[in-house]
């Protein structure tokens, strides 16, 4: 559905490599979370794992030489905007209750008891993504998309 939108490998191409590979990753796993929370019960699947991909590759970057962190970005960039280009619906805007800060690991350790309890992989992947990306930028976005995807907003 991406390589039908105009152009969207143009987009790609036009990345530039990251001064902070780290810090990149963690954008696009919160912009598939962003697309996400927007389009949410819409191809959540391929947009849960846009956050998934971006949070595992940047976990890999330690054991990588340079020229294989920047395949994986490469390949991580592509995926992830052929996920939100498909499947983000930017004109809906959710009304989402505000998480109040503070409050925030405690929802995050109901979401994880939940999210295991579901047995689902995916599920887990997930809420071991959201809180990590959490936990790195500080953003209530992972919180807000793992929530809607586990059905507890």
Known sequence: MAMDEPGVFDLVASARPAEDLPAAFDRLALAACAAQVRNTGLNNFALLHGVTVSMMAAELLPYLHEAAQRRLESAV???VVAAVV???DNSVSPDLPKIEAGSELDI???LAQKAAAGLNDHD???ADACTRLYKRTGSSLPIQALALNLGAL
């Open 77 to 79: 960039i592509g995926f």
């Open 86 to 88: 498909a499947f983000d």
């Open 108 to 110: 995050l350790h109901g």
């Open 124 to 126: 887990i992947k997930f």
